[in-house]
């Protein structure tokens, strides 16, 4: 539910009862010489959610929460969860469902979205509101925000945290649609005492077209999906010099989403390092890649449903069906 880097303070009781660790179910390959398989990880009931949290990744289901751990049999564990720490709400006047994004270092340590606003009519994320504003809060606990123009809303839940380019300060990466143009990756950061949008790519073209962004840490390229609801590129940038590169391609005329329309789940996506896995577009095979190459296809029997989720060495998947499945990363 909750992407990497999302912290939070709220407690919320987590039981579940035990969870039978399912056996391996055969599937093949997409090509190339890769030996993943696909595991299902079997359970009491239909998984609801997978829950991306601070103090790790959950599932929900009508018996309650269980934890994921590795294991070495089926490649992670479902354990019975005590309480765990939930994602934090934004303060008065934040948008809706969003949550607050913190980093450890830099120069802003929290940002989230502000002044929630039905004037950009698309709805793609689970309602009618958008964001008009960012809000910052700097190490030494000012904050600091950006009203965007009227034409434009932030079209995101919570803002990622990460200093780009390794120089000691801390970029925000957000979406921001326009009525005209639709979506552009944005990258925001404090510039003179002001929070300002420092770079953008260049945006879809055309209204009603959004981008969803993979992860993001310190001293990497940001990576997004372009329309994913119909199946679109997966481009990276690097942040150099206060700009944003010429975007690349990654996985040739491959289309992906890492999105289901009206989801509030946006982490239909991994990413570690180097390392990425991305569905596409139909969601019944993912994509795994290292840097600028794409390393396997593995093809699936079922549908991603929403969030995904590294835990130790594999990544876990839900299923349309509610079932959970795990297959290695590397």
């Known amino acids: 539910?909750?992407?990497?880097?999302?912290?939070?303070?709220?407690?919320?009781?987590?039981?579940?009862?035990?969870?039978?660790?399912?056996?391996?179910?055969?599937?093949?390959?997409?090509?190339?010489?890769?030996?993943?398989?696909?595991?299902?990880?079997?359970?009491?009931?239909?998984?609801?959610?997978?829950?991306?949290?601070?103090?790790?990744?959950?599932?929900?289901?009508?018996?309650?929460?269980?934890?994921?751990?590795?294991?070495?049999?089926?490649?992670?564990?479902?354990?019975?969860?005590?309480?765990?720490?939930?994602?934090?709400?934004?303060?008065?006047?934040?948008?809706?469902?969003?949550?607050?994004?913190?980093?450890?270092?830099?120069?802003?340590?929290?940002?989230?979205?502000?002044?929630?606003t039905r004037r950009y009519a698309h709805g793609v994320l689970g309602d009618e509101f958008e964001a008009g504003s960012l809000v910052v809060r700097t190490a030494d606990g000012e904050t600091f925000n950006a009203d965007l123009p009227t034409n434009s809303v932030f079209e995101d839940l919570t803002p990622r945290l990460a200093d780009l380019d390794g120089?000691?300060?801390?970029?925000?990466?957000?979406?921001?649609?326009?009525?005209?143009?639709?979506?552009?990756?944005?990258?925001?950061?404090?510039?003179?005492?002001?929070?300002?949008?420092?770079?953008?790519?260049?945006?879809?073209?055309?209204?009603?077209?959004?981008?969803?962004?993979?992860?993001?840490?310190?001293?990497?390229?940001?990576?997004?999906?372009?329309?994913?609801?119909?199946?679109?590129?997966?481009?990276?940038?690097?942040f150099e010099d206060g700009a944003l590169s010429k975007s690349t391609r990654l996985g040739g005329e491959t289309l992906f989403s890492n999105h289901a329309i009206g989801s509030r789940d946006l982490s239909t996506a991994v990413r570690q390092d180097e390392d990425w896995a991305v569905p596409e577009r139909e969601r019944r095979a993912l994509i795994f890649g290292r840097g600028d190459e794409v390393v396997h296809r593995l093809t699936l029997d079922f549908t991603i449903a929403d969030d995904m989720a590294i835990i130790g060495d594999a990544v876990v998947m839900r299923s349309a069906a509610g079932k959970l499945y795990a297959t290695a990363f590397r």
């Not at 599937?27 to 990880?41: A, N």
């Not at 879809?204 to 981008?211: A, C, F, K, Y």
């Not at 997004?224 to 679109?232: E, F, S, Y």
């Open 1 to 116: 539910m909750r992407p990497p880097g999302v912290a939070g303070m709220a407690l919320i009781a987590a039981i579940a009862a035990p969870i039978y660790l399912g056996e391996a179910v055969a599937q093949e390959p997409g090509g190339g010489p890769d030996d993943r398989k696909v595991v299902e990880i079997s359970t009491p009931q239909p998984v609801k959610d997978v829950i991306l949290l601070k103090s790790g990744v959950f599932i929900r289901s009508d018996e309650g929460y269980a934890k994921l751990e590795p294991c070495a049999v089926t490649l992670v564990c479902a354990q019975k969860a005590g309480r765990a720490e939930q994602a934090r709400p934004t303060p008065a006047g934040g948008l809706p469902d969003g949550t607050v994004a913190e980093h450890a270092e830099g120069d802003i340590r929290e940002a989230w979205y502000a002044g929630p």
């Open 167 to 238: 120089d000691g300060l801390t970029e925000v990466i957000a979406v921001v649609s326009d009525a005209a143009t639709g979506s552009r990756l944005s990258i925001w950061g404090l510039v003179d005492g002001v929070l300002t949008e420092r770079a953008a790519s260049e945006p879809i073209g055309r209204p009603n077209r959004w981008l969803n962004p993979l992860p993001v840490y310190d001293k990497a390229p940001v990576m997004a999906v372009i329309t994913p609801h119909l199946g679109g590129p997966l481009l990276q940038w690097r």
